[in-house]
């Protein structure tokens, strides 16, 4: 079993490998800088023609300076060098264009606060941007291939590392971590096997194979060794004093149990709560950069939104109160993330009376399950008694939810964090209470505006299990490039009214 004592060296690890992560890439931070200032003068070049004057005047040096705090802000927030050494050229590509964009939306908002938008040259921003992702990937992948060479030949920072597994697991283990090169900047200088079932072991290794005990410290103690990696069969724990032994040598151990890496196990992270080291299960880990843009992207939005929602209430606004007496807007009590509950705002499209009236038509509910609500021809609507030459509604608030212009208001709730742009539909209080275990599973994100589940039909899916595979799709996927596709394909949804009503 996983003791406490056992997760704390793993925890403790993980702190000191988080605080040497940017030390142990300084080469690359270094390189990333340079390739920065170079960027900068060639896009000074390619917008001036040429390079006289590339470090003069105010504006200019701002520019830079500014570049240079965002670069040093992203490279802090994010995980940029996470696992450098093992990753391709395309997947190298694609982290720097990530990396960068982070930077320029970083950028941008700081122009953008301090009202500088218009005083610095754009041109050169944007082939700054440009010239960097060409620049840095060449420096990446020349430094790559020094430090691999350097590890062909023996030299530079390999870590000479111990493998500590039952014997029925180790030829499965060296086999998993010498796959996809995941052991750079490592090399395996012996095995040890924690029970007595050596034969089972049958890979020849060219390393001392030996069994645990008194003769393992003194091999330990004496040889070169960086890190222990132990892998914890279920059932199986590594003595303390042995372990204490290890980390007293100051040398790094590694505790893989083997519970975490069974593919029924859900995502596990190893945290501090209060004073206890706890490892954390749960549907998926989000990386910080990406939820940092995403709060951007949401403050930009909520900003706009809120803006256009004055617009509309200026125009919407009185048509709303002439045609139906009342409040323009319409708050309700909705579930947010994990069961919190919010008022959600909405330009109010039907009769004041929308909410007694609903019990009276939940038999003409299409949602069989009454897990939402969603019906044909709704009388509650404002203006719905008026139909067109085929018999279709036409009031003002079937204009207001077919355009989804209702939907305004919500961006209210995006700048105050209540919601998200994207994210999965709010459920009413009374839905909340009829969820089952796994329906609720769909609340563990904030919800959105818009998700994939309203650019998939949106009114033409009546079934709400195919509402939570949707939302659960979304959530297993997310990044906020999938985000963006969302909200692109929204637009064109909304301007074809295709599943609106």
């Known amino acids: 079993m996983t003791t406490n004592s056992d997760i704390h060296v793993a925890k403790r690890y ?3 490998k988080a605080a040497d992560n940017l030390i142990k890439h300084f080469d690359f931070i270094v390189l990333d800088m340079l390739a920065l200032q170079i960027s900068f003068v060639l896009a000074y070049l390619i917008s001036r023609g040429t390079t006289a004057g590339v470090y003069s005047g105010y504006y200019q040096r701002f520019l830079l300076l500014l570049m240079v705090f965002c670069q040093l802000m992203t490279i802090v927030f994010s995980n940029n060098y996470e696992i450098i050494l093992r990753r391709g050229p395309y997947e190298e590509a694609a982290k720097i264009l990530r990396f960068t ?18 005083r610095v040259s754009r041109l050169q921003t944007g082939w700054t941007m440009v010239v960097y992702v060409i620049t840095d990937w060449i420096f990446r992948f020349i430094n790559k291939r020094r430090i691999r060479s350097l590890h062909t030949k023996g030299e530079g920072q390999i870590l000479s590392m111990i493998v500590m597994a039952a014997g029925d697991r180790v030829d499965g283990l060296i086999k998993r971590l010498s796959r996809y090169n995941s052991l750079a900047g490592h090399k395996i200088s012996g095995i040890v096997i924690t029970d007595e079932n050596d034969a ?11 069994h645990i005990g008194s003769q393992t410290i003194e091999h330990i103690q004496k040889g070169w060794v960086d890190e222990i990696f132990f892998f914890q069969s279920d059932g199986e724990f590594m003595d303390n004093d042995m372990l204490n032994s290890f980390i007293d040598m100051g040398i790094a151990v590694h505790i893989c149990p083997e519970r975490l890496n069974d593919a029924d196990m859900p995502l596990t992270e190893i945290n501090t709560l209060g004073d206890y080291t706890v490892l954390t299960s749960r549907l998926r880990f989000f990386p910080l950069d990406q939820l940092i843009l995403k709060r951007l992207m949401d403050i930009i939005g909520g900003i706009v939104g809120c803006v256009m929602t004055g617009l509309l209430t200026i125009v919407i606004g009185p048509i709303i109160y002439i045609k139906s007496p009342g ?10 993330r994990n069961g919190r509950v919010f008022k959600m705002y909405k330009f109010r499209s039907m009769y004041m009376d929308a909410e007694a009236r609903r019990a009276a038509l939940m038999e003409q509910n299409k949602i069989a399950d009454g897990m939402m609500f969603k019906m044909d021809d709704d009388p509650r609507i ?11 509604p036409r009031g003002i608030g079937n204009f207001i939810r077919k355009t989804s212009i209702d939907e305004f208001p919500q961006f209210w709730n995006v700048l105050k964090g209540d919601m998200s742009i994207v994210g999965t539909r709010p459920p009413l209080p009374d839905e909340w209470e009829k969820y089952d275990m796994h329906h609720r599973a769909r609340m563990t994100v904030k919800p959105g505006i818009t998700g994939l589940w309203q650019i998939s039909g949106r009114s033409d899916i009546t079934d709400f299990d195919e509402v ?32 609106a009503s």
């Open 200 to 210: 089972a072991v049958k890979g020849e290794y060219g390393v001392p194979l030996m």
């Open 382 to 392: 404002i203006g719905s008694e008026k139909k067109d030459s085929q018999g279709r």
């Open 14 to 16: 993980e702190r000191r």
């Open 468 to 499: 939570v595979r949707l939302d659960m799709e979304y959530i297993g996927k997310w990044t906020v490039k999938e985000d963006i596709k969302i909200i692109i394909k929204t637009i064109g949804v909304v301007f074809s009214e295709s599943g």
């Open 327 to 336: 409040p323009v807007f319409f708050a309700q009590n909705r579930i947010g």
């Open 101 to 118: 964009t982070m930077m320029g939306v970083m950028l941008l908002m700081i122009l953008f606060i301090f009202q500088e938008t218009e």
